[in-house]
């Protein structure tokens, strides 16, 4: 008999606590509000990066908003200014916004209309492009180790770790060019039969850039790989470099957008090229705000929240998640991308 009573207990507290477990976990799942009115608010409307990063059909941040059952919209002026930006944003706190998702074009600018929103308990997520003193969090597209290190492995992998390279840079004074090819530096250290022989400046400028790239297949006939990491300067080399005598024998990578390197991907004179991708960034915004909205993320160092199908991201320093490593774009993959 006690044997049976105490059977009969144990089963009793196996089924309580599982179903504490369960309820827990419901608990969980269910923490995010829903309904909340969520106004995705890029640079500027009709460009294709935003587009990009902000619909459903390209599983941008209004794909996550109807994932999580929120009210998105996209909103913003026609102008990559603040002045175009500005009344989209005072439109959306009118009309009851609980969060606002934005890509600043002018922080400075749209920090009065943004602190505005925050004082009304409005949620300020920024993606893309920061305003560090007016909102929650920002999400970050990659850093600069991550820029510089992957650009070298990329190129590394095309050549076979073997070879003369050269970059071909955006100005001398960009701060950002400079710190990546720092990282580039560093990351050639690993590669001992890899040999960066030239760093050249296309200052952003076709022509120009045109120009130093011819400059280095003349002075350098053994060039085996060029990194580019500005958009001008790598749709200028794979031009030059879309030719029979240097088609898929001088590999070339950078930082660029799929419209403009698509035929070159096509054609065999980039294997591959990097940048972010704008879809999963403006999904994992999207995720961001809906959680400082809903009171589960404040920003703080160390925090961390689920993204869907992007899985669990963590906040670093200075209220910033980062997407993650660059994306490469590809013959296999290029097809789906259009900006």
């Not at 660029?256 to 980039?270: A, E, F, H, S």
Request: proline share 4%; charged share 15%; glycine share 8%.
């Amino acid at each position: 008999m006690k044997g049976r009573l105490l059977k009969h207990l144990t089963s009793v507290g196996l089924i309580c606590l599982l179903g504490v477990v369960l309820l827990t976990t419901a608990s969980a799942a269910t923490s995010l509000k829903t309904g909340l009115k969520v106004f995705v608010i890029p640079k500027n409307l009709g460009n294709p990066y935003f587009t990009t990063a902000d619909s459903v059909k390209s599983g941008g941040a209004l794909k996550a908003l109807k994932e999580l059952k929120e009210s998105g919209t996209e909103t913003s002026g026609t102008q990559a200014t603040a002045a175009s930006q500005i009344p989209a944003i005072q439109a959306a706190i009118t009309k009851g916004a609980n969060a606002l998702i934005v890509s600043a074009t002018d922080a400075s600018a749209l920090c009065p209309t943004l602190k505005q929103a925050m004082a009304k308990k409005i949620a300020v997520v920024t993606y893309d492009s920061d305003a560090p003193a007016c909102r929650n969090v920002f999400i970050n597209q990659a850093d600069s180790k991550a820029i510089g290190t992957s650009e070298v492995d990329l190129l590394a992998t095309q050549i076979k770790k073997t070879g003369e390279i050269a970059v071909v840079s955006a100005a001398a004074s960009a701060t950002n060019q400079n710190a990546w090819i720092g990282f580039m530096k560093e990351q050639l250290k690993k590669y001992p039969k890899l040999k960066l022989v030239s760093v050249v400046y296309g200052n952003d400028d076709p022509t120009v850039s045109t120009q130093v790239t011819q400059g280095l297949l003349q002075q350098f006939p053994n060039l085996k790989g060029i990194i580019s990491p500005t958009t001008v300067g790598i749709a200028a080399a794979a031009a030059v470099l879309d030719t029979p005598k240097y088609r898929g024998k001088i590999k070339l990578t950078g930082l660029g957008t799929p419209n403009q390197l698509r035929k070159y991907v096509l054609d065999g004179t980039i294997d591959g090229f990097e940048l972010w991708n704008p879809a999963d960034l403006g999904y994992l915004a999207a995720y961001a705000a809906v959680n400082v909205a809903s009171g589960s993320l404040t920003g703080k160092t160390g925090q961390s929240f689920t993204a869907g199908k992007l899985g669990k991201y963590k906040v670093g320093a200075k209220s910033t998640v980062l997407l993650g490593p660059p994306f490469v774009f590809n013959k296999k993959n290029i097809a789906k991308f259009h900006f």
